[in-house]
């Protein structure tokens, strides 16, 4: 158990709709991660978050956005979804965001019909 | 873009010594980093190289050359559970830090 946790472990919803996932980071780290995993396309980066502020931006589409809370815990909105999202979404979590170690929290498993 | 090479798959024995070499192509080197990811889990991150060198932790090395472009992950004593994708990944600072990741290579351990 990495300390990370996801919610929901599951997720299935039909093309158009916007989902939302949650994260909360392992105790005492201020830098959350978010990756996309998808059979055709490896881990790929999407955004990180430090202390509340956007810290580095990766592949992450218009049609998604993110934000980290003052309680450090984070949120990826997922909006008018295509069958192509369908995904692991992983949410990491790190100490100072920079050159440490990250958790990685269980991951939510998007299917998108 | 980034390039991210890695070998797709690779196959060991048990007790033995095996090394996953990565090469990258990037604009602004900010750190390389190995994760691990057994079948249907999540990753889990093992190292990370900065500077040139080698950094060892337990079992598991990671050598960095940042003038050839090359990183490698070396895993001694091979154990079964080491049955894994391993993922090389460059961070590049003059593009929003970003992390490019290779597609991972496949280690199959035997017995």
């Known amino acids: 158990d990495s300390g990370v946790t996801q919610t929901p472990k599951h997720l299935i919803t039909a093309t158009g709709q916007r989902v939302t996932l949650r994260c909360s980071p392992r105790?005492?780290?201020?830098?959350v991660y978010w990756y996309q995993q998808s059979l055709d396309q490896g881990l790929q980066f999407l955004i990180q978050?430090?202390?509340?502020?956007?810290?580095a931006k990766g592949n992450i589409l218009e049609r998604f956005s993110a934000q980290q809370f003052p309680d450090l815990h984070s949120e990826l909105n997922l909006s008018s979804l295509e069958l192509g999202d369908s995904a692991l979404y992983f949410c990491?979590?790190?100490?100072?965001?920079?050159?440490?170690?990250?958790?990685f929290g269980p991951g939510t498993r998007l299917t998108v019909t | 873009g980034q390039n991210i090479d890695q070998p797709t798959e690779m196959t060991a024995t048990e007790g033995a010594i095996v090394q996953i070499n990565c090469t990258y192509q990037?604009?602004?080197?900010?750190?390389l980093f190995w994760y691990q990811q057994h079948a249907g889990e999540a990753p889990t991150f093992l190292s990370y190289?900065?500077?040139?060198g080698l950094e060892e932790k337990g079992r598991f090395s990671s050598f960095l050359s940042r003038s050839k472009g090359y990183s490698y992950l070396l895993l001694k004593e091979l154990q079964m559970k080491d049955s894994a994708s391993y993922l090389c990944?460059?961070?590049?600072?003059?593009?929003?830090?970003?992390?490019?990741f290779g597609s991972g290579t496949k280690l199959n351990v035997k017995p």
């Open positions: 990944a460059v961070r590049d600072l003059y593009n929003f830090n970003k992390f490019y």
């Open positions: 978050y430090y202390n509340g502020e956007e810290r």
């Open positions: 990037t604009s602004g080197f900010n750190g």
């Open positions: 990491a979590s790190s100490l100072t965001g920079g050159m440490d170690e990250q958790y």
């Open positions: 105790s005492g780290d201020l830098s």
């Open positions: 190289n900065v500077l040139d």
